[in-house]
């Protein structure tokens, strides 16, 4: 079985549900693959997955949906493949799915979430729904090269984590700098208690409405959403709000008590009443 010389793999492997285990043993070259768009996802009854020793990802530069909905994936740990992202363009879904509202299209049974110190993020533009609907990951490591600086699109990243009890995103580049879309970014995260975006989440270009966006920009709507047990937000200090940004259930169903950001996180934000 000779992968040497193939280009695209996407979905080879999606939608296979009856299969149980997966290893792609030392012949599987994956050096000149560009494509692995929805490659392993909807693998409903996998419960370990070997990506072999030739699992080289320095050409790809879609993995949308590479790994979503492998609902019985219980851990994924990248560090020992050639797992080189540097010129992946699009992440949308990559852990995720298409919609956490769906949880059987969910990756329920992921713990832990170790991404290595290859996983490089310098060139990705679309992060949406990345990380969304993991309902029982308690561990999540991004890696040393965990880069948002081009990302425009955030909608739905987080959203679901159900059994996250802090997120903290200063120890990663987390530049959002050119981010125009945040909705339900950290939404259902219902054991949330505490969320650190530090000072390079920079939300100046939120509701950045461009000539491609046909239906306008959904900005802030349900950023925090049903975080029921949410107590502290850092907001860092570039946290601020563009004119008519849509804020539209933007902490629906979070504590009342919880600080709402106001003209102490950043100017634009004065007069606005929650």
Partial sequence: FDTSKVTNMSGMFSGMYELT?????DQFNTSLVTNMSNMFSEISGVTSLDLGSHFDTSKVTDMSGMFAAMSNLKSLDLTPYNFNT???????????????????????????????DQFDTSKVKDMNNMFSGLPSLTELNLGSHFNTSKVTNMNSMFSGMKSLT?????PYEFDTSNVTEMSYMFARMNKLTELNLGDQFDTNMVGYITENDIFGSNGFAGMFAYDSLLQTINYGNKFARMNDANLAYMFDGCPADLQKPDETVHETWKNIEW
Avoid at 21 to 25: A, E, I, R, Y
Avoid at 96 to 106: A, H, K, Q, R
Avoid at 166 to 170: E, I, K, N, Q, V
């Fill in 166 to 170: 802090t997120l903290d995103l200063t």
């Fill in 21 to 25: 285990s997966l290893n792609l043993g």
């Fill in 86 to 116: 540097s010129n992946v363009e699009n992440m949308a879904n990559l852990f995720g799915t298409v919609s956490d509202m769906d949880i059987s299209l969910s990756n329920d049974e992921l713990t832990s979430l170790n991404l290595g």
